[in-house]
């Protein structure tokens, strides 16, 4: 077995290995039945522990084409159209919150206010004024948020963060991270500013920032030179259709960013240097790398960004005066992203420990996106006036 396999194999067993307790059952239900609730669904009616009793969505009949469409037994789950009718009538244990991200906020507030658990999607939420609102209603309620970042699930993404943690990169002091799309605009409700309230930024843009931002311990970040830019949502050349509109309409409907960049000092002097990007002339903007006074990372990027390692992950450093590199295969997993991000939320709940994805982490997150936006609107360098919770 190569060392490669041995750490694959771990990895798989690590996962495998935990029973699950089905003594008690939470009662769990999904707010927004659109796309990536068809990622969650699956996953509550998979585990033994879990009863799905209820789903909610503000447009009329959409529940009940989402589970015939799906083929989901809706024989015990009761649908709303209001969420606070739902938390008031189900006593509920745990909620994924699927919604676009203009209602995030508000959905997780009503829930976490009603004493429910939550798994709010990715991003955060629009504004950082918003993730404040939202952590205080978390630290009131003492229930469990957690923010949706599959790729933290990822043994790749977790390499990353084990190979700055074994500290031999040394003291680091710039990252350049981001991804790309050379054509890659989900139309849909992400385009417009009344249900996305930001574009590539909040849709991938925030897997960037998480990659490097979790592996160097989340430090506070400090002052954003952003850009943003539209450049292909609102052509009707680089636009398509989809099934409620024409390309024309996309294209005019268009109104948040495809592209953005931004050069930003975080705590300790470290410059994170970014960019994210929809659609551009060009198939990538580029590796993650990571620079340390010892070492260096090299993270391949993936021609359709969307949180992942592209390619084995190279390190640099000097062993006895040699110039050496390291090479880091690519791990596969043996479960599904979206399982072991529902698995490990109940988990949490069930055993009281702290959430896989915290929101004081993911507050700094969605602070440098609110910053890219503001500095870009004003065109100068600003300071982040992060709210102190
Ligand atoms: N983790 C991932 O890989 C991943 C992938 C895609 C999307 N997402 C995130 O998931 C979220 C939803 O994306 P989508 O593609 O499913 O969008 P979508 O527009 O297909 O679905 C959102 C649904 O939420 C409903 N909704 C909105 N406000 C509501 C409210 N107050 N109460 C109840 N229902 C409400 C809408 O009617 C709609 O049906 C977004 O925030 C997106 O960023 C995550």
Redesign the pocket.
């Known amino acids: 077995m190569s060392k490669g396999d041995a750490v694959l194999n771990q990895t798989m067993q690590a996962i495998e290995e935990k029973a699950i307790d089905a003594s008690k059952k939470l009662r769990c239900a999904i707010?927004?039945?659109?796309?990536?609730?068809e990622?969650h669904v699956p996953q509550y009616l998979k585990f033994p522990d879990v009863e799905l009793v209820a789903m909610?969505?503000?447009?009329p009949g959409?529940c009940e084409k989402f589970c015939k469409r799906r083929g989901v037994d809706y024989t015990n789950i009761r649908f709303y159209e209001n969420?606070d009718e739902m938390l008031a009538k189900e006593n509920l244990d745990a909620v994924s919150i699927?919604?676009?991200?203009a209602?995030?906020a508000?959905?997780a507030i009503k829930c976490l206010n009603a004493g429910v658990n939550v798994l709010l999607?990715?991003?955060f939420t629009v504004t950082v004024e918003e993730a404040a609102e939202v952590i205080k209603a978390e630290k009131a309620s003492g229930k469990l948020l957690t923010i949706?970042f599959?790729p933290r699930m990822d043994p790749n993404m977790q390499q990353v963060k084990k190979i700055v943690d074994s500290g031999v990169l040394g003291e680091i002091y710039y990252i350049q991270t981001g991804g790309g799309r050379r054509r890659g605009i989900p139309n849909?409700?992400?385009i417009e500013k009344k249900?996305a309230g930001i574009g590539a930024l909040?849709?991938i843009g925030c897997y960037s920032l998480d990659m490097v931002l979790n592996a160097i311990g989340y430090p506070k970040p400090l002052t954003v030179s952003g850009y943003t830019s539209n450049f292909f949502g609102t052509n009707p050349l680089y636009q398509r259709p989809d099934q409620d509109h024409t390309a024309a309409e996309n294209a005019a409907r268009f109104n948040v960013d495809d592209f953005a960049a931004a050069f930003v000092r975080l705590e300790g002097g470290i410059i994170l240097d970014f960019r994210i990007s929809w659609a551009m002339h060009l198939d990538t903007p580029g590796d993650t790398i990571i620079l340390g006074k010892q070492g260096a990372l090299r993270i391949p990027s993936t021609e359709c960004w969307?949180g992942s390692v592209g390619g084995e992950m190279t390190l640099y450093s000097d062993v006895a005066g040699l110039q050496t590199e390291t090479k880091f295969p690519i791990l596969r997993n043996n479960k599904d992203l979206f399982e072991l991000k529902v698995r490990s939320f109940l988990d949490a709940i069930k055993e009281g420990t702290p959430a896989p994805v915290p929101s004081s982490q993911i507050y700094y997150n969605q602070a440098i996106i609110d910053g890219i936006g503001k500095s870009a609107a004003l065109g100068r360098e600003i300071e982040l006036e992060i709210p102190e919770i």
């Open positions: 707010v927004g039945t659109g796309w990536i609730a990622a909610c969505d503000i447009v959409k969420l699927c919604t676009y991200n209602t995030h508000e959905c999607e990715k991003p949706g599959q849909s409700t992400f249900t909040g849709d969307n």
